[in-house]
């Protein structure tokens, strides 16, 4: 994770947390990405540190050597409700919500748990990467594989679409740090020209 200038969305209205998907070589596919309606209120930051365990002989107790520390796990939940654009002055978005609710945003959620067609033509039946994505937080981004993603739908229509749910992500970051993310690697949808910070550097 590092801190950079953000993306053209952002504008000088109110910062929204944003999701882009990349593709096997980190490339961005879309410059739209799936933007936050409600920013999470809560993220949650969790990282293990692994020991290995000796048992001298003849010793009282174990000693712990140390291994590694395991990949950061990043989890948040969205909430999703189609009553957030009754004010709104786009008739055909009205109409959307009014017939589908949020179910076009549950599938754009669904989709990032695919990996990308390029990775099934590159693999040739061999190594296929996890889907993967750029997590945008303000002026912090993490590069991440998506690990779980669930779906609560809370409320619906006559039709019994969904006009309330949650989403619950969980990611896994790819590296712990990118140096010098901006704006404009975003918007040349280039994301894999990211280098590894040096063994030591935090974000």
């Known amino acids: 994770m590092t801190e950079w200038s953000g993306s ?17 070589s980190g490339k961005v596919l879309t410059s739209i ?18 020991y290995k365990m000796h048992n001298p002989p003849g010793g009282y107790g174990s000693l712990a050597e140390f291994v590694n520390v395991g990949d950061e796990i990043l989890s948040f939940d969205v909430y999703l409700s189609s009553k957030r654009v009754v004010s709104s002055q786009n008739k055909a978005l009205k109409e959307l919500y009014r017939q589908f609710g949020v179910m076009h945003e549950l599938k754009q959620f669904e989709a990032l748990t695919l ?44 039709e019994l679409y969904p006009t309330r749910a949650k989403v619950s992500m969980t990611l896994i970051t ?9 704006a404009s690697v975003v918007n040349a949808d280039n994301w894999s020209s990211f280098s590894e910070v040096p063994s030591g550097g935090s974000g």
């Open 8 to 24: 053209k969305a952002f504008g000088g209205k109110k910062t929204k947390g944003q999701i882009y998907k990349i593709d096997s």
């Open 115 to 158: 990996p990308v067609a390029d990775a099934f033509l590159k693999a040739n039946g061999l190594y296929i990467p996890p889907p993967g994505i750029i997590f945008e937080y303000g002026k912090r981004a993490w590069k991440c594989k998506v690990q779980k993603l669930n779906i609560i739908e809370e409320e619906h229509n006559a």
């Open 174 to 182: 790819y590296i712990d740090s990118f140096s010098d993310i901006t």
């Open 33 to 50: 990405p799936i933007t936050f309606g409600l920013n999470p209120t809560i993220i949650r930051r969790a990282r293990s540190v692994n």
